[in-house]
DNA sequence: AGGCGAATACTCGAAGTCGAGTATTCGAGA
DNA sequence: TCTCGAATACTCGACTTCGAGTATTCGCCT
């Protein structure tokens, strides 16, 4: 059996900080915390333990001992295996060298913004852009404080790298916003339209035919698709 | 009870294409191919059959009539509730207007990839960025193919928005890769020393001491972190 | 006429996710 | 010395996710 792992990327984590020395579960949430990990890899306690477990199943950490600390409850300490060690290696790997689709809400519900009408989509898509902005400033203002504390760049690559597709994702709602305030976009009009119709409450059916038969020209597409 | 909603975004595919007209779950997986929206919304039929159960026991949605044409097996055909209606414009308006942070399994690596040495990181780093490169030609072609068969760019939005973080993504990782092979990356000394440490076998503590005399002042930041 | 691959239409259960809840202990201040 | 909030260290179970598997039918090709 080729070693598995579970796809948690938490589990990663727990590998890596394993990887660096021994410790206990709650150690690793802890560092992880203190070492701002949280802001580019999820973590709750939940999935912590179960996914501390479901590594322990898989033989690619194991329980070290058991310790207790004062008058604290007791708690397990573990360490990555070799097997593990050569997995956090395997998909390392495979993450850095390898993209792969992710999924964002924010794309599904571009996807599915025709639902609502194009004026309530440009004042939304307004407010988003305010938000970024503000967020922008925030993300900017810890670059700031990390330059003056000296902490090197390679302790916030990951960060450096939100930013990036956070200036990206500005750069894409102002031009969005752009063209729907000029109404430019193409298949706007099909789009008003086809929202005019509902509020008048045409039946789906006619409102496709109608649609069909207003914007034969924008449709055309969608006929000749039978390939 | 304040209408709750399932937390995949499916679901809410569901409800615009409920909103849309009643189907059958089958027919909205097929529709969601047809129009593309696999590439943002990920569609999965175990996924697909649970999320319209859970929206149907919310009363977002409910069995409008089971039919059975030729002698296919019976099929449910479902309708929106005047509360999913509702739920669904929420949905929309919260996503659209309100970003919220999206983990990515790439910047959980980043954040990671410390664990493997720089010079394997160059290396991986390069293969990705061929690999984008080669995603990029795809979808530009996927752009080009749009325009000659005149689909409205209302259509494809969602497909702009990903090509946009694509290219960002691509900026990026040749700015990294460039700091990488200079050697220039803040803190990469550092990273080379502690890898060279871990490969004589010296162990995790002794690593940690000499690192933080070698590096004193890179490790400063540290230090005072006690606040 | 019949065979076979693509499309139709789901089902199932193992695994993973999540946040709220619990119980304890430490330490600063009144 | 007492208290109270923050930190420590998890547990629980309801809910989701997922992909592989199943069973059928349509329609093209020979």
Known sequence: MAA????NPLALAVLVLLWERPMHPYEMSSTLRERRKEDSIKLN???LYSVVESLRKRGLIEAAETVREGRRPERTVYAITDI???????????LLSTPKKEFTQFEAALSLAGALPPE????LLGQRLRNLRFHQKAVEAVFEEARTVKLPRLFMIEAEFSAALLTAEIAFVEQLLGELRAGSLGGFALWQRMHEL?????????IDAKLDAEFADELAFARDEST
Chains 1, 2 share one sequence.
């Open 4 to 7: 598995t792992r579970p796809s």
């Open 45 to 47: 306690y939940g999935s």
């Open 84 to 94: 593990g060690a050569q997995v956090m290696v395997d998909w390392l790997v495979e």
């Open 120 to 123: 309530q989509v440009t004042e």
């Open 198 to 206: 509902r509020r008048a409450g045409v039946p789906p059916e006619e």
